[in-house]
């Protein structure tokens, strides 16, 4: 079925309003949760650029996977936010 253009307009309307409050509001109070500022000043203290390189080419990469596999030995649930 065909829809109106009014009625496409308003779906694409409300799409984008979706995305902007989740972009320009959830992501923001997220961002400011401690343990998100603390993976964030932890990224700038090893000078890790997220968007500019495969994680897999990080020299800290080794001591991340080994303490995902400890805790995976332990039968904990790691989280690189940790």
Known sequence: MIRQPAARMAAFGLVVGLLAIVWLILL????????????????????????????????????ILAKQRRAE??????????
Do not use: C, F
């Open 28 to 63: 923001p109070a997220y961002a400011r949760q401690p343990k998100m500022q603390a993976h964030l000043h932890w990224l700038d203290e090893e000078g890790i650029d997220p968007s500019a390189m495969y994680y897999t080419e990080l020299e800290v990469m080794e001591d």
């Open 73 to 82: 030995l332990r039968g904990d649930n790691p989280s690189p936010l940790d």
